[in-house]
């Protein structure tokens, strides 16, 4: 009696890996762009942050009539540093830290005079050779 034997052959076997080794060529590039994209996302997201809170905080100093909220002023530098964004951030840090990314802030447009005035402040984020910026509106209580 004959016996059957099942399997696969070696040039099927062959055919698969190459089959594989081209998807894997075609799909790596993919991921590694996405520290970039990422990068860019995490800049967005602390300007957005920066953005909202210099919001509320305008809305505490104009719903109190200065009673609350942080001065946002020209006085010290300018609303577009550390010192300034900081209390602004839960936390009341600025920058944040963590996930090997270094945030810096630089002014943008606008000047502080009055209360209501919006200055733009530049976000840049670098990790390693990539930098990504984007901008933060704050506004400005005097």
Do not use: H, W
């Not at 034997?5 to 996405?34: C, R, W, Y």
């Not at 953005?51 to 100093?61: F, L």
């Not at 209390?87 to 009341?92: F, S």
């Not at 830290?97 to 670098?126: D, L, M, P």
């Amino acid at each position: 009696m004959r016996s059957v034997q099942k399997g696969f052959t070696l040039i099927e076997l062959v055919v698969v890996i190459i089959i594989l080794g081209i998807l894997a060529a075609v799909a790596l590039p993919k991921f590694i762009d996405l520290t970039n994209e990422a990068l860019d996302a995490a800049t967005q997201g602390v300007a957005g942050a920066v953005s909202s809170g210099a919001s509320i905080n305008y809305g505490a100093y104009v719903a109190t009539s200065g009673a609350k909220g942080n001065p946002v002023t020209a006085a010290g530098g300018g609303p577009c540093i550390n010192g300034t964004i900081g209390p602004l951030l839960t936390g009341g840090v600025f920058p944040p830290t963590g996930g090997g990314v270094t945030y810096s802030v630089a002014a943008g447009s606008g000047a502080c005079g009055v209360a209501g005035n919006v200055v733009s402040c530049t976000i840049t984020g670098a990790k390693g050779s990539v930098t990504k910026s984007a901008t933060a509106s704050v506004i400005c209580t005097g």
